[in-house]
């Protein structure tokens, strides 16, 4: 939801302030910084087989993962909806 939300602070950017291809410009860094921390997280993450996973075999930096991931996901959002007005 909020790519599609997004796009508002992106097109009154554009139309203000900054201009069409410097929006492009940092809005496509922010999108590639939400990438590289999705990209991260699922690294950092070791992959279980079946049974393996209880609770003491949990490892401590699942939060650290999960808060990289949903930053990813919010930086990655904000950079696809800060660029569609831009483009379209």
Known sequence: ALSYFSPLLG???????WGRFQTIWRFGCV???GLCCLTWASYRVPNYKAGDDTPDEIPENLSLARAVTFFGLFCACMGTGGIKPCVS
């Not at 097109?11 to 302030?17: F, I």
């Open 11 to 17: 097109a009154v950017l554009a139309d203000s302030s």
């Open 31 to 33: 999108y590639a910084v």
